[in-house]
């Protein structure tokens, strides 16, 4: 059980166009949903977090203006990095809570973006 | 943002041989999870701890919260192949208008067979 998906596993896209990822918890309802952002060789680090029909809680230096997110249902989040440059590419990880706890959540396996 | 820190920052050990890896934050947690990333994957839970003093096991592993509240141990016996990977421990404090994790800066773990 607690399974979370995300999709794209991987993308490509260009500088300047948008891309969607989706996150997806697939046997459990999530109140809440984690977005981070991990560069090669480095931690992960909290991007927003998002309560089902509410406005996401984004960390300081995080624009809320390019990483878009979106938390439409209790099993569905959408992360959209909006004009994306080459130092958006990233590992981008989302996970979901039934409890809304951050210390119960469930991770996705990634989405690896690359921006040429 | 904020992190742990994790040492040793990478370890090269021989297969069965015991692993021991630490996080120390300067201030307190309420709760410490160790989780296992495999390369091009999301982290894995391995242990939860909720309490001061607290020993936990899940198979081959031990954890211990730390009774200060600012520290914690993971230790791997016997170690195989496929407990490569890197190790994250990740805090959380109750209370507050913060929930999230604050994660270590993970050791990387590599196992000569």
């Known amino acids: 059980g607690a399974v979370v998906s995300q999709h794209p596993s991987w993308v490509i896209c260009k500088s300047g166009t948008s891309v969607k990822i989706e996150c997806r918890s697939l046997d459990f309802q999530a109140t809440t949903m984690f977005w981070y952002r991990q560069f090669p060789k480095q931690s992960l680090m909290l991007m927003a977090t998002?309560?089902?029909?509410?406005?996401?809680?984004?960390e300081q230096g995080v624009e809320k203006d390019k990483f878009l997110i979106n938390h439409a249902s209790l099993t569905l989040s959408t992360l959209t990095v909006t004009s994306a440059h080459p130092e958006d590419s990233s590992f981008y990880i989302c996970?979901?809570?039934?409890?809304?706890?951050?210390?119960?959540?469930?991770f996705g396996p990634g989405t690896r973006l690359t921006v040429t | 943002g904020q992190q742990l820190n994790q040492s040793p920052q990478s370890m090269f050990i021989q297969e069965g041989e015991d692993v021991s890896m630490n996080c120390t934050s300067s201030?307190?947690?309420?709760?410490w999870l160790w989780y296992k990333q495999d390369p091009g994957e999301g982290p894995v839970l391995l242990i939860a701890?909720?309490?001061?003093?607290e020993l936990t096991s899940n198979g081959r592993l031990t954890a211990q919260f730390g009774i200060t509240r600012k520290d914690s141990f993971l230790n791997i016996s016997a170690s195989i192949p496929s407990d490569v990977g890197i190790y994250f421990c990740?805090?959380?404090?109750?209370?507050?208008?913060?929930?999230?994790?604050?994660f270590g800066t993970g050791t990387l773990l590599a196992v000569q067979p």
């Open positions: 998002s309560n089902e029909g509410s406005k996401a809680t984004y």
């Open positions: 990740a805090g959380h404090r109750n209370g507050g208008a913060t929930n999230k994790l604050i």
């Open positions: 201030s307190i947690f309420n709760t």
């Open positions: 996970s979901a809570s039934t409890t809304g706890m951050s210390y119960e959540q469930y």
């Open positions: 701890l909720y309490k001061a003093g």
